[in-house]
Every structure is written in C-alpha cells, then in structure tokens.
C-alpha cells in the first residue's frame, strides 16, 4: 500500500464563466497533469441550491430503515436494472485486492432521465423535478468539460468527445449519492491508523463531478511518487464562497487520448479519530453512449510518457483487457462493474 503524503494536492481552481482558448488550456493543462481539477462553483450552471436541496435528499433517503432501502437493490429489476439502486454497506468493492469485506458505505445509483426516471422509493420518488433538473445542470457542465478539451487538443473533429456523450443513446451515466456511516475503532485497533472506506481505483467513464461539503474531506489521490495526497474540499474558503466542484479523468478519456489525459486513482480515507463522523457526498459519472469504440483519437495516437503507458496498462489490467482487442464504452463497463460487484461467479 503507498504510504500517506501530508501535502494536498495542488489542484487548480478554473472559472468557466467567461469560456475562451485560455479556459481550455486551463483545463487541458490540469487533465494532462493531474487528471483533477477544480470548477468554480458559480452558481450559474449547477446551481448551489439545488446541490444544497439535494445533499438533504440524500440524508432523508439514507435515514430510512434498511428494509425500505433494500426493495430498490442495486442491479435488480425493481430498481431499474443494471447499475441502478441502492448499495449496502460492504455491497461493493473498489479495490477487489485491497479491501477484505467490500467498502464501508451505502450509495444509490440513479441513471439519466431517458425516457423518464427510473423507480424510485421515498423520498426520492417525491422530488423527481429536482433529481431531473440537477442531472441536466451536470451533463450540461460535462459537455462544456468536453467541448473545452476538443478546443485546447486542436481536435480535426472539435465535436470527437461530444459526439460521443449524447443522451440521446443508452449510455453508462450515473448519478450516484454516497453515504459513509460514523465509524469507530475497536480496541485492537489504532486510531491513528487510516481508514479506507473506498477502495483505490480510477474511474470507469469519462468524466467524474463530485459534490462535498464543508468540514469533510477524505478523498485522496496517488501521486507520481506513489503516495496518497489530500484533495481539500474549498481550496480557497476566504476567496470561494462554496466549495467548487472537483472533477477527475475517467479510464475512457484516458484510454481515447492514449494516456495525455491522466485517469488518476484515488480513495477515500480517515485517520481513526477523523472517521467518527458521518458523511455525504455526490458524484455523477458521465460516460459515453454505449456503442462508442475505444480507439485513439484522430492525431493522438502516441503515447505520452512512461507514466501514461504504466497507467493505461494497469486500466487494461482491470477488465482483462487484451492488446488489439476492441471494446465498445458498454462492454467495458460491464467488465469493471463485474469485478466491482463479482457480477458473474
């Protein structure tokens, strides 16, 4: 396991508010070099009551009794299908190799609006319009990301990425809500000791937003120098109002672009004393239509640098992916979700 850094990340702050070719070098820059970056949270594109209205959703529904929770299970038909539901404590692991017992959280998956929402249990079910709403404020924000990208590559194609992300075909996007209940140590363990509640691992799609509040961080990515580094939740609280938005590279931009775009790994992790408290966030994993292939994009077809090579290897080692075979965004899901859940065996 790669030893803990004390030093955060340092993860830019871009404002989109006032798009240019700047903002996407802005962007560019920070994708190649980090895989993560921060979006000023202006308010405009998502806006901050709605993320508020929905972390307070989330609690209400986690609150429930799990009997309540359990009839929408994760993957079965009552909740909608694959990848949608509700996932129980230990229900998953992120790092089948590195957590014994699966992760110590719960999490609800809720696929795009496309016809319409899939079944959902109260209270959710009661506040479809807001669900709805900040689904599209985060695709919207996604494709910008996209556009931003295909702009600063100098794409011959500037549509490549945004071409593939349309909601108008099934796709693997998910909007997810976390819960990590209070943990706490028993007394043969040490409580300065982290505590992993999500496994290592990098993102299955292309783009990730993730939503935290104030006063609770955890999240952690490995570095270069394989070691773990704090992501803050505000970077900034004098200067920002509201935590901005973090987003990280997901194994597919990572895999398109032949590694430039950094797919990092990352997990959430307590020291003992700091894992007494319970904690919410909220991710929404944007991934491209289903029959979207996984080939290099027009023009980037090298491999930049041995970090990259050592990164997409490691991807393909996830879904015993084989050099030259051709994948479409939909099988490859299926693969890493079937080794997230033991799907199969």
């Known amino acids: 396991m790669a030893p803990s850094h004390h030093l955060e990340a340092n993860i830019p702050v871009i404002d989109l508010s006032n798009p240019s070719p700047e903002t996407a070098k802005e ?25 508020a209205a929905m972390f307070e959703l989330s609690k209400a529904f986690f609150a429930q009794p799990e ?13 909608g299908g694959l990848n949608r539901g509700w996932v129980r ?17 719960e999490a609800f998956n809720i696929a795009p609006p496309i016809p319409a929402l899939q079944p959902l249990p109260s209270p959710l079910s009661s506040h479809t319009s807001l669900i709805t709403r900040f689904q599209t404020s985060c ?16 794409l011959p194609n500037p549509t490549w990425f945004t071409d593939r992300h349309s909601l108008s075909s099934p796709s693997g996007t998910i909007f997810r809500m976390l819960y990590y209940p209070a943990t706490h140590c028993t ?13 290592a691992h990098s993102d299955y799609g292309s783009l990730t937003l993730l939503f935290r509040l104030p006063g609770q961080p955890g999240l952690e990515l490995l570095t270069p120098q394989k070691t773990w580094s704090p992501v803050p939740v505000n970077p900034s609280p004098t200067t920002l109002a509201h935590p901005p938005i973090l987003v990280n590279i997901g194994d597919l931009l990572s895999f398109w672009t032949n590694g430039l ?34 080939e290099g994009v027009p023009g980037l077809e090298k491999v930049e640098g041995e970090g990259a090579r050592e990164e997409l290897e490691g991807q393909r080692k996830k879904v015993t992916w ?17 080794v997230t859940y033991g799907l199969g065996k």
């Open 27 to 51: 962007v560019l820059d920070a994708a190649s070099t980090h895989g993560f970056l921060f979006i000023k949270n202006d308010g405009l594109t998502i806006p901050s009551e709605d993320i």
């Open 67 to 79: 009997s309540v929770k359990s009839e929408y299970a994760i993957h079965s038909d009552k909740a």
């Open 89 to 105: 404590m230990q229900g998953e692991a992120l790092d089948p190799e590195g957590t014994k017992h699966g992760d110590p959280k």
């Open 139 to 154: 695709q919207t924000l996604c494709t910008t990301l996209l556009t931003h990208l295909g702009t600063a590559l100098s």
């Open 261 to 294: 775009l950094r797919s990092t790994v990352h997990r959430v992790a307590f020291d003992g004393a700091a894992g007494n408290e319970e904690r919410y966030s909220m991710a929404y994993f944007c991934h491209p239509v289903d029959e979207a292939r996984l």
């Open 187 to 199: 007394s043969s363990e040490d409580s300065s000791e982290k505590r992993v509640l999500a496994g």
């Open 322 to 338: 084989e050099e030259g075979e051709e994948l479409t965004a939909k099988e490859h899901l299926e693969r890493r979700l079937g």
